[in-house]
């Protein structure tokens, strides 16, 4: 009876000292937007450890080619796993001493993908009360601009849209009308999208601050950047 007790214990200690050492605290995953890898950082654990990576495909979980390898240290940039496509992954790491964990890393390259404001103009005059002018009417200036950088390190595409059948292609586009002009980038099989306000903010007839001044895309000379940013797939 005692000895069956003691075994327990023994069991027991073992599994508390695994879970500290080999924990979801001193191990953790992070997407390395310039190299574009996965690097895995162990602060601490019982080397060596044997680590597999594996992705998920049609439901699965999959060891990838050339897992499982043996990592002795925590200095070793062997953990890392580079060349990653949108999908979810798994670091599965056993140490010796037999403590087990997985971590979890779900790769959505677009989250590295960003969109910098670097010059904007508004349109000097518009007409009526509406906030988005069509270009028709003689008071009405379309001279607004925009101006975009694109930062990531896959391949991209970009796309504008805007009033009156606005299309481009430029990371500068100009001789805008006031409205909202939308921003599509596609890059490493996702997008994202980004809009951009062109205001009237020097109406004929009317000073910004007074009652009846019509613009509700007024603001002022400050830039007024993307709204509603979402992600999709491609």
């Known amino acids: ?108 390259l677009c989250s590295c993908l960003d969109v910098q404001l670097v010059n904007q103009t508004n349109s000097s005059t518009c007409e009526g009360r509406e906030p988005q002018g069509d270009g ?27 009033p009156n059948d606005f299309r481009s292609s430029s990371t500068s586009i100009t001789n805008l009308c006031a409205g909202t002009y939308t921003l599509n980038v596609k890059t490493a099989g996702c997008g994202r999208t980004f809009d951009f306000d062109i205001c009237c903010c020097q109406a004929t007839g009317g000073e910004p601050g007074d009652e009846e001044f019509p613009y509700p895309l007024c603001y002022g000379n400050e830039p007024y950047e993307g709204v509603n940013v979402s992600d999709w797939w491609i």
């Open 1 to 108: 009876m005692s000895t069956r007790l003691d075994n327990s214990y023994l069991l027991l200690s073992l599994f508390l000292v695994t879970s500290i050492y080999l924990s979801a605290q001193d191990v953790t995953i992070e997407l390395d937007c310039n190299t574009g890898c996965l690097n895995l950082n162990i602060e601490e654990a019982f080397f060596p450890v044997e680590l597999e990576w594996q992705r998920r495909t049609n439901g699965n979980w999959e060891a990838l080619p050339g897992y499982p390898v043996t990592l002795v240290n925590n200095q070793t940039a062997q953990g890392n796993l580079c060349q990653v496509q949108n999908g979810f992954y798994r670091a599965v790491l056993t140490d010796d001493l037999c403590g087990i964990l997985e971590l979890r890393h779900d790769v959505f």
């Open 136 to 162: 028709s009417d003689p008071t009405e200036s379309c001279d607004g601009s925009l101006e975009i950088t694109v930062n990531t390190s896959s391949p991209s595409t970009i796309e504008w849209t805007g």
